[in-house]
């Protein structure tokens, strides 16, 4: 899976829409402080279903949304897609039986956010899993975000266990691990129910 383009709507200061092509080899990202570099790298990670507001340098996921500036009005919605080239076919199934991906993720104000996949509305859920299940996912450490480096030198043991499963590509399977429980409680549960009504019919 390759990102080759990243389009921006109303996203931070990204007020117009704006794309930005990702050639193959490395792209780098030049320009003066608060020019808005970061917030290119946001805005891939949001894309890809981060859901911490803080981690968009935000109090409420509301705020990724362009806030206005002394000529232009507050904007109602922000969106992102980002366009991936699987010709090499390496996207998880159900993603895997087109040459081309578009992942678009639009919130609107107090409406919330929807994702959509080659223009089907998707799960939150199954974005996050595309790109966790390809180890790129909105927590990758392929983005490497400031300070985070310092952070990893002092990381205890287990935080930097997590980006070394993020980097093997499993941390997916925490997800679905998590959903299986709580599947099988649900099941435990129904369970001593029909318990119930089979004793009260005794
Ligand atoms: P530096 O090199 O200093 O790290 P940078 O190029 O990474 O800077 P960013 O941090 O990406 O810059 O961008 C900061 C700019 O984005 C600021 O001017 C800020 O006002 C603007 N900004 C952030 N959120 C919004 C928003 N919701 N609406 C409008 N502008 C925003």
């Not at 709507?9 to 092509?21: C, M, R, W, Y």
């Not at 089907?120 to 996912?137: E, P």
């Not at 679905?176 to 009260?200: F, G, M, W």
Request: overall charge positive; charged content about 30%; proline content about 3%.
């Amino acid at each position: 899976m390759r990102f080759s383009k990243l389009r921006l709507n109303g996203f931070k200061s990204f007020v117009d829409p704006t794309d930005l092509i990702i050639s193959d080899g490395l792209t780098g990202v030049v320009g003066p402080n608060g020019c808005g570099k970061s917030n290119l790298l946001e805005a891939l990670r949001w894309v890809m279903g981060e859901n911490r507001p803080k981690a968009m340098r935000g109090g409420g996921m509301e705020d990724v949304i362009f806030a206005g500036a002394s000529a232009r009005a507050a904007r109602n919605f922000a969106e992102v897609s980002l366009q991936i080239d699987n010709t090499d076919r390496l996207a998880p199934s159900g993603f895997n039986d087109a040459d081309q991906l578009d992942i678009v993720r639009r919130i609107t104000r107090d409406v919330g956010s929807a994702y959509k996949a080659n223009g089907k509305d998707t799960r939150a859920r199954d974005v996050q899993m595309l790109f966790a299940d390809a180890s790129t996912g909105a927590h990758s450490p392929s983005l490497v975000r400031q300070g985070q480096i310092s952070e990893l030198i002092n990381a205890k043991p287990k935080a930097r266990r997590r980006i070394l499963e993020e980097a093997a590509g499993i941390s997916g399977l925490y997800q679905r691990r998590h959903e299986a429980e709580l599947k099988l409680k649900n099941t435990e549960q129904n369970l001593l129910r029909v318990d119930d009504v089979i004793e009260q019919l005794a």
